[in-house]
Each structure stands twice: as C-alpha cells, then as structure tokens.
C-alpha cells in the first residue's frame, strides 16, 4: 500500500533544506511527499524549485494565493496518489519521521479504510499543556465525544475517508473537522506519542503572541459550535 505525505509549507525557508534533505532520503515508490508553497511571500517556493531534483516521488505544489492553512493541505491531497494519505508541519517541530510511525499501523491491519492515526504530543511546556486540556474539554462538551490534543500531527488516513469530507475549513479548523469526522464515521483511531519541540527557525504564523492565541482559540470555538449544529440538522 503507497502512501502520500502533505508537507504544507508557509514561509517556511529557514527549515526548508532541513526538510527536503529528509524528503530526498525517503520518498519512494511506496512515499510520495508532496511540498505545497501556501501562498508564500518569502523564497519557500524558489528553494523549492531549485533543490528538489526530478524525482518522480516528490512532487511541488504551487498555491499562489494563502488561502488558509487547510486549503493548502486540501490542495496537496486532491494532487496526491497515495492510497493512505498524511500530513505534519513543516517547522520541525516535530520529526517528519513520526510520519513512518504512524505508517505502521496501517502496513498491520487488513482494515486500512477504517482507521485514523493521529500524534499525540509529549515534551510541551506547563503553559502549552493548560492551553490543550482547556481546548480539549471545551470541544469534548460541544461535540459530545472525546477530544485531546486536536492540533496533534502526523495526521494519517486512508483515501477513502478524505472523499467522504464534506465542505471542510479552509483554516487551522481543518484539524478538528477531520478528527471529529473520524470519530463519528466511527474509524479506529490510534494514538502515538509524538516530541514536541521548540521551533528550530523563526516564529509562528498563528502563536506569536498572546493576543494571536486567543484569537486561534475563538476561531476553533466557532467552527466547532457550527458542526455541532450542522450534525444535529442531518
């Protein structure tokens, strides 16, 4: 079973030759990785361009204008040709090798179609823990079902799942739509510790600041009491 790895790349130059090092020593016929430049203003598109070879397993996607971290994402998988598709950040904050991880528990089960494996971060600080537990309850209330470390990556699915999605956000929200959506389509979903780290290069396009936090965070709370109500109307 080959699979496809969406690595959603936002101004993201400083990382950039980290990542496509990584990129270059394990796509395959089995991996296909897949960079997007998502409406970059910086060089991401142009490093892209000049150190990714010819290889028939990686592959550019060029989104020109940013229209939102999720439709980024979007665009990747809709170019994608792997039979289990996945994406993770490009900050390398986390390892793009937890991907390979995560890739396991479909290689061991004969239910690849019903099943969702999604990181579960480890290594936070105190702060960063209090800021998951309280998103975490808030959504669990809300959508009446279990939800923890939403924002989580690896994300890890097989492609049949993504044909069943449905209007999904074009923003930091798309996380939560499709974790909520595999819950209530019943998927089996895994779990696996993932390290978090501090990021290696520059700063974050959402949590820059206290204010940018919280504006994240009331975002998500009303995306998540819209799909409580689209639910209740089917």
Known sequence: MNASLILPCYNEEDSLMELIAWSQNLASSELEIVFIDNGSTDKTYEIMKENISGSPDIKIVQVKKNRGYGYGIIQGLKQSRGDVLAWTHADLQTDPADV?????????????????????????????????????????????????????????????????????????????????????????????????????????????????????????????LQMRKSVKQK
């Open 100 to 224: 390979l991880r995560g890739l396991r528990y479909f290689e061991n089960t004969v239910h690849a179609e019903d099943t969702f494996v999604k990181g579960y971060r480890v290594g936070r600080t105190v702060i960063d823990k209090i800021f998951a537990l309280g998103m975490s309850t808030f959504e669990s209330i809300v959508l009446f079902t279990t939800m923890s470390e939403i924002n989580a990556q690896p994300t890890i699915f097989h492609r049949s799942f993504f044909e069943t999605w449905q209007d999904p956000p074009l923003d930091y929200s798309l996380d939560l739509y499709v974790y909520y959506n595999a819950k209530i389509q019943h998927l089996k979903i895994v779990r696996f510790p993932v390290v978090f780290r501090d990021r290696k290069y520059g700063s974050s396009h959402w949590n820059f600041n206290q204010l940018a936090r919280l504006r994240f965070i009331w975002d998500i709370m009303k995306y998540s």
